[in-house]
């Protein structure tokens, strides 16, 4: 073979350039005829790319074809030697000059596809990032908090885990109180209570603060009740306390009836019910007139014309005792109602639980 080779060694050439030429037919007129190029997009020029890279390793690389027969330059002979070379250099500069020209062309048209589909028209509309909202428990409960702040209340964050103390000693509510039971309270395994009401915060309050006190403290509050329609373990009050010297009833039942006025309108009537808590002495519940039907009777009321709303009282002596306040020298309110309850009213919800599934297609009609 070996002495072929030397025998026939421009017929070897030849047959690496038809080689060449038969592959690189596709590319033809890639340099000449810009209508091919155009007819190709950017993923398909850049691939011709990488095809016509290969191309240019099989034909003028280290282990073409063409490279073995350069060797063959210096076993020729010497009478040959000058026009084969020259051959050998004659191929190999018009095959070079072919790849090159595609390899330009091809270039520029991925350079052009490139540019064009970065291009960005900036007279295009933007996508405007969907803002977020609060939560219509935090809607209300602002809405609360900005009313008592304007009557001079400050807001007090309580904690949500209590000791036995200021869940329920403190807040005269005894040893064998039903409400103590477990059934009724969430304890954790060292025995401390979840706040099963915001009451606690008046204690933490009083004993901050000292007596004279106006304060209100929205927060969770938790009860081992079964998820239904109205009610649910977790769920929100908020707590009020006025304690200063002569503070009477009266003082509760105005400051009750101004905050529902403001919250529901300057016709809302407020009523008191006589009512028991062990934390108040005397105690009442309140209710509100409807502000759907002004007190007519409809849904929202059940056809009484009132709402009701939440529980109140006068500060019992033991409670302010209990905080270090004298009840000798002070006296005080306290109210409670529940947040949830009054989102549910307000915005017509029949099922209190919506509020906690965090379903974003209910979340976002309060927007
Ligand atoms: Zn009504």
Request: aromatic share 10%; net charge negative.
């Amino acid at each position: 073979m070996a002495e072929d080779q030397i025998q026939d060694p421009k017929l070897q050439v030849e047959a690496a350039r038809k080689a060449f030429e038969q592959e690189f037919g596709r590319f033809a007129d890639f340099a000449e005829n810009s209508a091919r190029l155009n007819a190709l997009d950017l993923k398909s020029s850049e691939a011709e790319q990488r095809a016509l890279d290969e191309l240019r390793t099989r034909h003028l690389g280290k282990k073409s074809a063409l490279a073995a027969s350069k060797k063959l330059i210096g076993r020729i002979a010497a009478s040959e030697r000058g026009s084969f070379g020259q051959f050998v250099q004659q191929n190999e500069a018009e095959i070079t000059d072919k790849i090159e020209r595609t390899g330009l062309a091809l270039k520029a048209h991925v350079e052009l596809a490139r540019t064009a589909r970065e291009a960005i028209d900036v007279t295009l509309p933007g996508t405007r990032p969907r803002r977020g909202h609060v939560h219509p428990i935090t809607v209300v409960r602002e809405r609360i908090e900005d009313i008592f702040v304007s009557l001079g209340y400050a807001i007090e964050d309580g904690r949500e885990i209590e000791t036995d103390f200021y869940n329920f000693d403190a807040l005269n509510i005894p040893e064998n109180h039903p409400a103590r039971a477990s059934q009724d309270t969430f304890y954790t395994t060292d025995g401390f209570a979840l706040r099963s009401q915001t009451s606690t915060v008046q204690i933490h309050a009083m004993q901050r603060r000292g007596a004279p006190v106006r304060m209100i403290a929205p927060g969770r509050v938790f009860r081992r009740d079964t998820p239904d329609p109205t009610h649910n373990p977790m769920f929100f009050q908020v707590e009020g306390l006025c304690v200063d010297r002569g503070i009477s009833m009266a003082h509760l039942k105005g400051t009750v009836a101004e905050f529902l006025r403001r919250m529901f309108g300057e016709q809302t009537l407020t009523r008191f019910r006589p009512s028991y808590f062990p934390f108040t002495e005397p105690s009442a519940e309140f209710d509100f007139s409807c502000f759907k039907c002004g007190g007519t009777g409809c849904r929202i009321c059940k056809n009484s014309g009132w709402i009701e709303l939440g529980g109140s009282g006068m500060v019992h002596p033991n409670v302010l005792r209990g905080a270090g306040v004298d009840p000798e020298e002070f006296s005080g309110f306290a109210f409670g109602l529940g947040i949830d309850r009054m989102v549910a009213l307000m915005y017509g919800l029949d099922d209190i639980r919506l509020l906690f599934e965090n379903d974003v297609r209910f979340l976002k009609q309060f927007d």
